[in-house]
Structures are given as structure tokens and as C-alpha cells.
């Protein structure tokens, strides 16, 4: 089994830092030698310097001294004190310097003696000298006793120096012993290391690079198109072996997969298929959302039945092109499906039909017939249609109408109808919200008739139209004749009753394009556009008459008779245009009714003017 390349490493840099560390420890310890020998050659050098100065410090001061005994000149015992203090103080250097070395410090200190002890003589002679005793001094010196202690100091002095230089040149030739080992230690252990390193580093790089150049040959097969190849040769190393492995169980792979590569082309250009046909859904969807948007806030802003229709006939087309069809709605009873919208040339009856005679509306859900044996045929249908689609409109879980499709709903147009029935559904409870809400704002909650600001908005428009088209226009200001008599006897809601029934029978007596309100109380309002005063008055007093005729009944009793009176005024250009001098007038005609007894009809004096 091949060795770990890692291990290898590691040993070669082991052996390596061994060697470098071997040489480099051989040089320091020679390095350290040498710097030690030279530090004893620097000493010998200053043990040789101090003692050469203690000597001339010494031979100068007996110098001075002669000079000042032999000539009496004070000035050549100037620098006698001096001279010899620096030759006492330099032999006691010498003696500190040499205590390293016990017979060169023993030789030191007979120096340091006799120096001592010929300074002595040499003070004794300056003393006499100094007295003035310059014989005594004379005979003090050719005595000779000076002259043998300095021949004495010279004498040891140079024994020391002598022993010094030796020890100097010993040291000094230790160093150059030194230098010469460090130099062959260089010469020889640098090549020696270098040599190790290459060989090491070769013997590694062989094992490298042989398995590199196997794989690399491998590849280049495997790169050329010979999927076959693989890693046989001998790794030198079980990294390069697990890389084999690996290349081999990669290559292995590989071969499988360009095998089942034309299954993966067919499978991928299938998808790609399944994709591009899924874009051009979406496509068509965001089209379709686009346009229902379109449609939905378009139906939101409608105000009236005719405009929802306008709208459904004008979008429905564009969502389901081609196909023809009618949208049904449950009218206010729920008991007819009446007809909103159709489009496509379809012919719709303008009753409707009743809900149990659609299949969609008795199951709550999709009901379609292909062809007339395939499935029950709803009865609204008949038996001109062989294929049609009917689809319930669900808003809250509540049933309110139906979408009739005239022909086969294809799969790729499911989607399109069922976004369209939710926006269709959506908005048509939004229409009816908003018409219940406008009818309570402008309908009266106890009669069911107009209210007087819808009236006055009412009266103002009509006003407007009147005065641009040049035509007539009628307003009628009635109340009931003793209503308070109905709440003092029978109670308010016996009054409300009175109202209920007065108004219901004005709104079946005046035409459809005369506005019927309550303008307050018991007080009611007419407006009669295109209508002359003369027809008009007519009209009021059949409506009079029909009201006296009246019986009403509440809460099991006879409320007894009831009469109103009617006061009519005609709007003229002089009048203001919100209509506020056109009720005063009408009011006034009314007062003049109740003044003159109640239950008739009176006409403004212009009013009766135009009827006569």
C-alpha cells in the first residue's frame, strides 16, 4: 500500500529542520567562542594599558622630583602630586583587572606594592626638597634606594606584560582556531545541507509528479472523447489513490450520464414545450385579468341597470369571443330570473323565467349539454339549443343569478368563464348595494315615496331643463285635511297609517315622469314636468277625488274619511332657479284651499291665468 504524501512532507521538513537546526546551533556555539576570546583579548588589552600608564605615571613623578632636586626649579615638582596619584590609581585598576587570573592578580599587586612603596621614597624626597633641604634631598637620592625600587617596579612590570602578551596571543590565536572552524563549517555544511534538500525535495517531486502525469494523460483521453479512460497506474501516495478513486468514480458517472443524455434532451425539449405552452397561458390570463379589471372597475362606477348592461355587453364578447349568450338576475321577489344583457345575437324574453327552471340554479353549480341526449335540457332553454353552458353567479354562498352560454365552453376557455362569473357576481351585488343604499337616501322610510331633498334636487334639474327647452312645468303642494284629528283619536300609528295609504294612492294615480315626495309631516310634494296647468289640475283633482273615496283601516278599527287639499303653481322665468319661489307659490295656492274649507284644488292666479 502507497504511503501518505502528507507523512512524507512531513518527515522531509523534519529532517530538514534538523539539519538546518544542527548547523545553525553548530554556529552559534563557534560564534560564542569567538566572542568570548575576543572579550578576554579586549581585557588583555586593557590590563596591558593600565599597567603601561601606572608605569610612565610613576617614572613621570620621579622625573619631576629629580628635575626640582637637582635645579631647585619648583616648576618641575608642579605635576609631581598628580602624577604619582594617577600611578597609585592606576596599579590599583591593574590589581582589580587581572583578580580573573590568580598569578597575573599576584604579580599585580607586587606591582601595586612597589610602586606604593617608591611613591613613599619620592614623597620623602619631596619633603626634604619642599624644606628647602636640597643637600639632604641630593644625598637621599644618590643613595641609590629610589633608583633600585623603580628598577624593581620596571622589573615586575614587564614580567606581568610579558605573562599578558602571552595570554593575548594564546586568546588571539583562539579566535583565528574559531574563524577557521566556522569558515569549514560553512564550506562544508551549506553544500552538505543544499545537497540534502535536493535530494529530498527530487525523491518528493518524483512521487508527485509521476501520478500527476498519469491523470493528467487519463483526462486528456477522457477530454479527446475516449470515455473509457481511467486511472490505472501505481499512485506513489494514498492522497494521489483516494484522487484516483474519485476521477474514476467521476468519469464512471460522467459515462452514465452521456448515456442518458438524448432521454434528458427529449425529456428537457418536452418541458420546454410544456413551458412555453404554460407562458402562453399565463400570457393569455394576464390578457384576460387585464381586461376583466378593466370590466370590473367599469361596473363598479355604474350607476343604473342600462350602464351595468352596456358594460356586460361590451366586455362579456371580448373575454369569451364567439360565444353568444344572456345574463339573468333574480329580481326583487327572487321568484324570476329577468334578462340583464345579451349579446351575440342572442333573443332573449323580456319576463325572464322562473329558477327552477334552470338545472345550474337547482344545483348550484355548472350545468352544460352537449348534445340533447347527453343531459337533462333546462326548461328556459327549449328545444332550439342542442349544445349550451348554464353557470350560476354565487356572491357570499348566495345564488343570484345565471350566465347562459350559447354553445360548448372548450377547457382553454374554463378559466376565462369562471373569472368572469366571480367579477360579474361581484359586481352585481355591488350595484344592488349601491341602488338599496341610494333608494334610502332619497326614498321616505314610512311611505315609501321621495324625500324633499331629493325633491329639491329634483325640482332644481327639472327647473333647468324647463328653462332650456321652453316647456312647461307643474308643481303640486298638498297635505291631509285634520291629520292631528288621526293622532289625537287613533294614536301615531294610526297616523302613519293615513300617510301609508294617501301615498300609495298618489303614486298610482300620477304618471311615471311625475315625481311623488314627502316634503315633510303630512305634507306631500308633486312635480309634473311637460304637464300644462289645465291637465294638471285635472289630474290633481282625480287623485282628490280617489283619496275622499278612502277607507282606511288599522289595527282592526275604521279610521274614517279622508280628504286633502292641493294648491298648483306653474314655473315662470322671473322665479328663482332653485325653485324656492315656485314652492312658496304653491304653498301659498295650498293655503288658500285650507282658507276656504279644505278638500279642492286651487291655482296659483298664474297658474289659473295659463289653464284658462
Known sequence: MAGSLSRRIVVLCVILSIVLAGLAGLLLDASAQMRASLTWITHSSQVLETADRALRHLQAAESGQRGFTLTQNPEFAVSFPTELAEARREAAGLVALTSDNPLQNTRAKQVQNLIDERAKSLEETARLTRRGDFEAARAYVAAGHGRFLMLLVTARTNDLLEAERALAANRMDAVKERLDYIRWLVLFGTPITVITITFLASALIRRIRRPVDAMMAVMGQLGAGDRSARITARMESSEFQRLARGYNRMADELESAVADQVVSAQQLHHANHELSLNAEVLRERGEVIELLGGMAHRMQAARTDEELASIIRVFVPRVLPEVPGALFAHNNSRNLLIPIAAWGGIEVAAGGFAPDQCWALRRGQSHFVIDPESDIVCAHVGNET??????????????????????????????????LTENIASALVNHRLQRGLRE???RDPLTGLFNRRYMEETLALEIARASRGGTPLGLVMCDVDHFKRFNDEFGHEAGDAV??????????????????????GEEFTIIAPGTSAAALAERVEAVRQAIGELNIH????????????????????????????????????????KREGRNRVVLDSRAESMAA
Request: negative net charge; charged residues 25%.
Open 386 to 419: 342542442d349544445h349550451y353552458h348554464c353557470e350560476p353567479l354565487l356572491a357570499g354562498g348566495e345564488v343570484i343569478g345565471v350566465l347562459y352560454l350559447k354553445g360548448v365552453v372548450e377547457a382553454e376557455n374554463r378559466f376565462r368563464m369562471t373569472v
Open 440 to 442: 334610502q337616501t332619497i
Open 499 to 520: 300617510l301609508q295609504a294617501v301615498a300609495a294612492e298618489m303614486r298610482s294615480r300620477f304618471r311615471d315622469g311625475d315625481v311623488v315626495c314627502r316634503f315633510g
Open 554 to 593: 288599522q289595527g282592526g278599527r275604521t279610521l274614517g274619511a279622508t280628504t286633502m287639499s292641493f294648491g298648483i303653481a306653474v314655473w315662470e322665468e322671473n322665479m328663482e332657479r332653485d325653485g324656492s319661489t315656485l314652492i312658496k307659490v304653491a304653498d301659498a295656492a295650498l293655503y288658500r284651499a
